[in-house]
């Protein structure tokens, strides 16, 4: 395969991530479909690596760390006790 390919997986494993936490930030539906975010970001930094692509490295980087980067917003943003 080509860097165009593993670059268009990538991409494509970042979009999936983002899809899968539809149900639970925009939708409000307790659904246990982010863990694929572990999966899918690995996978397409694996691949944004291959693809030699710094860019979709670090965003699929920061869409495996999501859940917790979510956690923290959401707790600091509950402590502000507005």
């Known amino acids: 395969?080509?860097?165009?390919?593993?670059?268009?997986?990538s991409l494509c494993c970042v979009?999936?991530?983002?899809?899968?936490?539809?149900?639970?930030?925009i939708l409000n539906i307790a659904?246990?479909?982010?863990?694929l975010t572990f999966v899918f970001?690995?996978?397409?930094?694996v691949f944004g690596m291959l693809?030699?692509?710094i860019w979709l490295s670090f965003v699929n980087s920061l869409m495996t760390i999501s859940f917790f980067i979510l956690m923290y917003i959401g707790y600091t943003?509950?402590?502000?006790?507005w």
Do not use: A, C, F
């Open 41 to 45: 970001g690995t996978v397409g930094l």
């Open 1 to 9: 395969m080509n860097k165009k390919t593993y670059r268009i997986i």
């Open 77 to 81: 943003w509950i402590s502000l006790d």
């Open 31 to 35: 659904s246990s479909l982010w863990l």
């Open 51 to 53: 693809g030699r692509s």
């Open 15 to 25: 979009l999936l991530s983002i899809i899968v936490w539809i149900p639970n930030i």
